[in-house]
């Protein structure tokens, strides 16, 4: 079986990919560093033929493309779609975001409502739209993770901030359910081609539900540093958030520390994933395991 992955250089992309070729699938990869471009049909249509089914995972979510975000989340995702319906391909999954919801205020559920703020998360809920209205002439299913863990320069700087006794934005009560990178793949894989999914939509993410203070302590302790953490109001946060991103601008920098991601590490991130799981999926990987190996992977490429 061919299985088209759209951005499949990227941190998720190369994981659907490593796990589908141990499954023993074709993969045809797909990304600009590939040669290949969601805003030009002509390339989607050629890594389509003769596939059996498209992942697609390729989206801006960098504030520094902004210029580009909604052409390729959301025309991106249409002309993908169109290539895979003229090849008819056996299933298109998509690649969502919890962050279609919005900014919640309890446990989500694939029916909650959704209220996007910013951006990316409004291209998302569009791209979402496109994916249904093809849905009678291919089988769709979309998947919705949270924030992805795993060992890339976002969570290295997350750890980082861990590291170095940094204040955690609010009371760091709030559930930061988040989903470690292997489970998320393994989700995908197993949706795959499945009948059950077509036109359905699925929260994935990690079984347990900690809070944003509980995985700080968690990364402490793989350092083998003391757990104990410093709280500030989330005001203050935000205003320093503010004043950093400013600056960085100023000097025409970017800076990971911008309100719009401290606001990200203070809400409820908290997900009922029983749809998949009734269908027989459940994660391999518990939190403390996945810390385990993402903090190792970091210190073994000397980032940490």
Not at 20 to 29: A, I, M, Q, S
Not at 116 to 144: G, H, W
Request: glycine fraction near 6%; charged fraction near 30%.
């Amino acid at each position: 079986m061919k299985v088209v992955v759209t951005g499949s250089t990227g941190f998720l992309g190369k994981e659907i990919c490593k796990q589908l070729r141990e499954k023993g699938f074709r993969v045809k990869e797909f990304s600009r560093s590939r040669g290949f471009d969601l805003l030009k049909k002509e390339d989607c249509e050629k890594a389509c033929e003769k596939a059996d089914y498209v992942v697609h995972s390729a989206a801006i979510i960098s504030e520094r493309e902004k210029n580009i975000m909604e052409a390729v989340n959301v025309q991106g995702t249409k002309n993908i779609l169109e290539a895979a319906a003229k090849a008819r391909v056996k299933h298109f999954l998509h690649v969502s975001s919890t962050s279609v919801y919005g900014m919640p205020k309890g446990e989500l559920t694939e029916e909650s409502e959704k209220h996007p703020k910013y951006l990316y998360e409004k291209s998302k809920l569009e791209a979402e739209k496109v994916v249904l209205s093809f849905q009678e002439m291919l089988p769709v299913t979309i998947i919705r993770p949270p924030i992805i863990f795993g060992a890339n320069k976002t969570w290295e700087k997350i750890i980082e901030y861990a590291k170095s006794k940094s204040p955690v934005p609010g009371d760091g009560k709030n559930p930061f359910q988040f989903g470690y990178i292997k489970n998320i793949a393994s989700a995908i894989v197993f949706l795959l081609g499945k009948e059950e999914a077509f036109s359905e939509a699925y929260l994935v993410a990690d079984d347990e539900k900690k809070s944003f203070e509980e995985v700080v302590k968690l990364f402490r302790r793989e350092l083998g540093l003391s757990e104990k953490t410093v709280k500030i109001p989330l005001w203050i946060a935000l205003t320093g958030a503010y004043g950093i991103e400013f600056f960085a601008k100023a000097r025409g920098k970017y800076t990971s520390y911008s309100p719009e991601n401290v606001k990200r590490l203070a809400k409820r991130m908290e997900y009922d994933i029983s749809k998949i799981k009734n269908l027989g999926w459940k994660p391999k990987y518990g939190v403390e395991e996945a810390v385990k190996e993402v903090v190792g992977e970091l210190k073994n490429e000397g980032k940490l």
